[in-house]
């Protein structure tokens, strides 16, 4: 009989006060997954306390960076990495500040926060390197998300990483036969595939969510190939509830959670100690 492998639970740490993975955290991850290859290098921009990468990093053997703007997620990130015991380069830094530079990788090692177990981190070049690039990116105007907690703000305001500044990173780092992929509001779809087809990316396919089948989508996952000409697939819609009630999940959604198997550990911000937090004997 086929030996069947038991996913790890992945444990992730999180600012109670700030900006926590959801659900839609978990659908982009299911979407990714079909994607990815044994082998590939895999750059996450804004990566948040690191759910999205850490979770492709258990399932698939790729070799995993993550890019975080604000310092306090990046320490969470890799903090989330070494009790997962999972491998990952982790940079505090800000994508539109890496525009500029020439080799963010070796321009950044000063703010590296880095874990990988196995090896030492290599500089290694910047531009076309990664096989795959996938991200969570703000998409809300200030206007329809503003918020006085500033993590939030960060996270979820596209004003923090605008749309055209983010494909055009992406171009940057992507390999010539590269992958991107992401979520973004349905609403700025014509908008996302405007920009897309700017920097000659090709829509490889895309996946509508919806909360109910009689409301409207609340979220796009696309996937895009870079120089390159696929017939586009549009997937079947993913439908999160049959009923009315939050947990009234539907069947698919319910088996996206039970492979997920995450569980998060929410943390005050003033309980840790940021100093310390990535010492070994912090627990």
């Not at 948040?48 to 320490?75: N, P, T, W």
């Not at 000063?110 to 991200?135: E, G, K, M, T, V």
């Not at 993590?151 to 990483?161: D, V």
């Not at 697939?233 to 492979?259: A, F, M």
């Amino acid at each position: 009989m086929p030996i069947i492998k038991q996913q790890k639970l992945l444990r992730i740490y999180q600012i109670t006060q700030g900006y926590c993975y959801n659900s839609d955290s978990l659908f982009l991850w299911n979407f990714i997954m079909p994607h990815l290859h044994n082998g590939d290098k895999v750059l996450e921009i804004g990566s948040g306390s690191g759910i999205i990468g850490l979770l492709c990093a258990r399932d698939k053997h790729i070799a995993l960076y993550q890019v975080e703007k604000q310092k306090e997620y990046a320490l969470l990130n890799v903090k989330n990495a070494q009790v997962n015991n999972i491998n990952s380069h982790v940079f505090h830094a800000d994508c539109l500040d890496l525009l500029e530079s020439q080799n963010f990788l070796q321009d950044y090692n000063r703010s590296l926060l880095h874990y990988n177990s196995n090896q030492a981190f290599d500089s290694i070049p910047s531009q076309h390197y990664f096989d795959c690039i996938i991200a969570n990116p703000p998409f809300y105007a200030t206007q329809t998300f503003s918020s006085c907690n500033h993590f939030k703000n960060i996270a979820k305001q596209s004003s923090y990483l605008p749309l055209e500044s983010f494909v055009f990173f992406v171009k940057k780092m992507l390999k010539p036969n590269g992958t991107l992929l992401f979520c973004y509001a349905p609403s700025m779809i014509t908008k996302v595939l405007d920009i897309l087809k700017q920097h000659r990316f090709a829509l490889h396919s895309l996946r509508l969510v919806y909360p109910r089948i009689d409301k409207n989508a609340s979220l796009i996952l696309i996937c895009a190939k870079i120089n390159s000409n696929p017939q586009t697939i549009i997937l079947p819609p993913l439908i999160t509830h049959i009923g009315i009630h939050q947990k009234d999940n539907s069947r698919e959604v319910q088996d996206i959670y039970n492979k997920a198997m995450t569980y998060s550990i929410k943390v005050n911000y003033n309980d840790i100690m940021w100093d310390t937090l990535l010492y070994p004997s912090n627990p």
